[in-house]
């Protein structure tokens, strides 16, 4: 294994905060205490008790579930709303702004019934809404509406169905808006409405110039496929005009992307929405809404920069910077501020689920030790390598990793060319790693690391296998490079000494981790411990309750995982609340149109003909068919006996 970087240094649980950063990016729910575990406190650091994500983990492997284990924290969801609220109450007041803030949960975000049943369950007091994008989103919504004062947003395209549950809804006394997002949907919007003789209340999706940095920069600006244009606009307000429906005209929307990181184009957004909202009510429309769309970003890096993993600004920042750019905006014509709606659907549930998995193994970047002597070879290649490790020292670093990059390459081309042996060429790889683990390690100690050395530091490292799929668990992190923090959750009073990257149990090159959040830059290598012979190493992967869920695929295979929820009391004690078993064998073959009956008699066919042919016993032919039988009941996962 590499050794042991941090030896010499004093080790505190300071320290693992600093190194992996949780302070930075926990928000207040999550931190290391005293013994060196991981904890959550779902009701904010200063106050409320405190779980070890250990001791959570262990008691359901205790309770026969096994890792990979995603693992939401409910309260979280609580907080999380409660706190966007809060935050939007305190910017109106300063600002003496007259209108209120009505939010709504984007069902796409995380569409697991338990999360939209527990959201609307903690929004329910402060009027929390949600947002559908598509039939089976909003026949989800009115289900689970629980307060007629919160609104239900209809984005999306939208048939007669889609337009007909949502007059029904209407017709019950909920708050549903049909957002127009193509011109074309008006007309059937008022046929349906005329038909079933009940008014919608409408809105407007508009095209913003305003385009946000990012990685989903692409939702908005003039390019934009979503909302409608200048000219479009005009047409709709026309038709509803004809059709004497222009007071049903009460909302302009705007979305001009998820994960926004920087806060000048939220303000630049909310201030051109304005100038929009201003024509419309000038146009006639009674207005009264500003649905400001998602884009509130997560901290993923905890660097509080316009990085695309992170966000230059607070909750309060953009609460105040929103509140404040309609008010200079409408109060230039003493327009009535309008009620506030977002459509925050990342920042409300990222914080709130985990994924918990253990490390299977560990490849060694550490090679066998040099031999004492080296053998005789036709030429100095070797002896070069060692005089280059006999000579690394901060001084001639800069020249000793040239030499080595040099030495490299020669070894591959006196191989090719049949020069030197296979030992030797193996010898010889096994001096050059050594070197680049020495010059990393003299690196690590430098007050300035040379340009040009700052990459050796990334080739050495270990790698961790961790019991879970990527593209399951985690598609953003493989698909738009999303940086999520990763670390493990207990053994935090101990120095990690191996510099790894973390690799998952699909066979694709892609099914790893190699990129962490820091304050400065990315890092490519995660510090992390020596594996113990008895006992279990276990990691997290935080911040993954938005988007990730049930965007993840069946990649080699592998199903979803076991999900965990726990809700935890005042007091300190918590309780597994809900339990969803992942997926067997069986299951994610059927998936994939596999009849399992139908696998198990081809497979007895076989096994008969094996006996036929004198390969197998009878008896052998019984262990087989247990043995497959019991793979098929199996997690698909790693198994521990
Ligand atoms: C995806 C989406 C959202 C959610 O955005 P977040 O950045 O996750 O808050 C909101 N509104 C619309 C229309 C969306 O398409």
Request: net charge negative; glycine share 8%.
């Amino acid at each position: 294994m590499v050794r042991n970087l941090y030896s010499k240094q004093k080790w505190s649980i300071e320290d693992a905060s600093e190194l992996y950063g949780i302070n930075n990016w926990g928000a207040g729910y999550f931190s290391v205490d005293e013994s060196g575990d991981v904890v959550v406190t779902p009701f904010g650091s200063d106050h409320g008790p405190r779980i070890s994500l250990y001791k959570v983990a262990r008691e359901i492997e205790e309770r026969g579930f096994s890792m990979p284990v995603l693992l939401r924290i409910e309260n979280i969801l609580g907080s999380q709303i409660k706190l966007l609220h809060e935050t939007f109450r305190k910017a109106i007041k300063e600002n003496n702004y007259q209108g209120e803030y009505k939010g709504v949960f984007p069902i796409k975000v995380n569409q697991q019934e338990q999360v939209i049943e527990a959201i609307s369950q903690f929004g329910k007091d402060y009027g929390h809404g949600l947002e559908a994008g598509s039939k089976p989103e909003l026949i989800a919504a009115i289900s689970m509406m629980k307060n007629r004062d919160a609104c239900l947003i209809c984005n999306g395209y939208k048939d007669e169905e889609f337009i007909d549950l949502g007059l029904y809804a209407v017709s019950m006394g909920f708050k549903v808006f049909f957002v127009i997002e193509v011109p074309g949907e008006v007309d059937l919007i008022i046929e349906r409405s005329k038909h079933l003789n009940i008014r919608p209340h409408l809105g407007l999706r508009i095209k913003l110039s305003t385009q946000a940095e990012g990685l989903w920069s692409h939702s908005g600006g003039d390019a934009s496929v979503f909302g409608l244009g200048m000219s479009h606009i005009v047409t709709v307000v026309d038709r509803l005009k004809e059709e004497n429906m222009l007071d049903c005209l009460q909302l302009l929307h705007y979305h001009i992307g998820s994960q926004i990181p920087n806060i000048r184009d939220i303000r630049a957004g909310a201030i051109e929405a304005c100038r929009f909202y201003e024509e419309l009510i000038k146009e006639g429309a009674p207005m009264g809404y500003l649905d400001l769309g998602g884009g509130l970003a997560v901290d993923y890096d905890g660097s509080h920069t316009d990085h695309h993993s992170s966000r230059n600004y607070t909750m309060e920042e953009y609460c105040t910077d929103i509140v404040d750019s309609v008010v200079s905006v409408l109060d230039k014509n003493n327009i009535p501020h309008p009620t506030l709606i977002t459509e925050s659907g990342r920042a409300t549930v990222a914080y709130y689920s985990l994924l918990l998995f253990n490390i299977l193994d560990v490849s060694s970047f550490l090679p066998p030790p040099i031999p004492e002597k080296m053998p005789e070879s036709t030429n100095d290649l070797l002896e070069n390598l060692l005089a280059t490790y006999k000579m690394i020292s901060p001084k001639d670093i800069q020249e000793c990793l040239n030499d080595v990059l040099f030495y490299k390459s020669q070894a591959r081309q006196l191989f090719k060319h049949g020069q030197i042996t296979i030992r030797e060429r193996a010898l010889a790889e096994n001096l050059v790693q050594h070197i680049l683990i020495e010059l990393s390690e003299v690196s690590r100690h430098m007050k300035q690391i040379p340009r040009g050395l700052q990459n050796i530091n990334r080739m050495v490292y270990d790698i961790y296998y961790g019991n879970f799929s990527l593209f399951q668990s985690l598609p953003d992190v493989w698909a738009i490079d999303q940086i999520m923090p990763v670390m493990p959750i207990h053994r935090l009073k101990e120095a990690p000494t191996h510099p790894a990257i973390i690799s998952d149990i699909t066979c694709d090159c892609d099914g790893k981790i190699d990129k962490f959040p820091d304050p400065y830059n990315e890092k490519r290598n995660i510090m992390l411990h020596e594996l113990l012979p008895d006992e279990d190493y276990y990691l997290g992967v935080f911040l993954v309750g938005a988007y990730q869920e049930t965007l993840g695929d069946l990649h080699n295979l592998f199903g979803d995982t076991n999900v965990i929820s726990i809700n935890v009391n005042q007091d300190g004690s918590y309780q597994f609340i809900r339990e969803v078993e992942g997926d067997s064998v069986a299951d994610v073959l059927a998936f994939v149109e596999y009849d399992v009956r139908s696998m198990k008699n081809r497979l007895k066919k076989i096994a008969e003909e094996s006996i036929q042919l004198g390969l197998i016993t009878a008896k052998d032919r019984k262990a087989i068919i247990e043995s497959f039988t019991a793979g098929l009941r199996g997690y698909t996962y790693f198994e521990k006996d």
